[in-house]
C-alpha cells in the first residue's frame, strides 16, 4: 500500500511510492574501477515544494555482508515536469544530481502510465578536473513487489554505455509509526488476541 502524506506537493503525488528510506545490496562492475557487492540507503522525502529530495549513500560489502570502505554518494531533487496530474499517460521526469568524486548531473526521463517504474538518461553531466572520466549514463527504477529494484548504466570515453550498478531495496520501517500504531493498541493487549 502507498501512502501519500497530506503535505505532498501535488505535482509529485505520482512519486509518491518512492517517498521513504530504503536499504539493501547490489553490485558494482565496471572497467577500471574495483568489482564488488555494496550495501545501499536511499532516502526520498519531501517538504512539501514542488520536488523529492533523493539521497543515496553506499559501501563496499566484504565477503560476509560487512562493511568495508564508503563508495559512492549522490544528491538529486527529482520533479514531474509535465503531467504532473496524470491526464495524457506518462508523466516526464527530471532530475538534478551531484555525486561526492565532483560529477554533477541532469537526468531526464518518464514515469510509466499505470505503473512505478521511471526510466532515466544523462541530458548534460559535468566534472571537477579529479573526477572519473564518464559521458553519460541511463537508469532504471521500478517497485517489484513492495521492493525497490534498479540498474544504472554508464558511459566513458573509452567504454561504451554498459551495465555498472544494481540493488535490490527494502523499505525501512518507521519508528515513529510503530509507536503510533502501539499507541493504538488497546490498554490491556488482550483484546488484540480476541
Known sequence: MIEIPSDLHRDVVPLAFLLGTWEG??????????????GQEIVFRHDGRPFLEFRSRTWVLDEQGEKV????????FWRVTSNQHGTSGEREIEVSSVRDDGTVEIWYGKL??????????????????????YSGGKRL???V???????????????????????????????????????DLPDDGIAFFR
Open 145 to 183: 513487489k513492495d521492493e525497490l529494484l534498479w540498474v544504472g548504466e554508464k558511459a566513458a570515453p573509452q567504454v561504451p554505455l554498459r551495465p555498472y550498478m544494481s540493488a535490490q531495496l527494502k523499505k525501512v520501517l518507521n519508528p515513529a509509526q510503530l509507536i503510533k500504531d502501539v499507541n
Open 112 to 133: 510509466h502510465d499505470g505503473k512505478p517504474q521511471i526510466d532515466l538518461a544523462t541530458d548534460a553531466v559535468a566534472r571537477i578536473e579529479g573526477a572519473a572520466p
Open 69 to 76: 570502505r564508503p563508495l559512492e554518494m549522490e544528491h538529486a
Open 141 to 143: 527504477f521500478g517497485l
Open 25 to 38: 545490496a547490489g553490485v558494482h562492475d565496471f572497467p577500471g574501477s574495483e568489482k564488488c557487492n555494496f
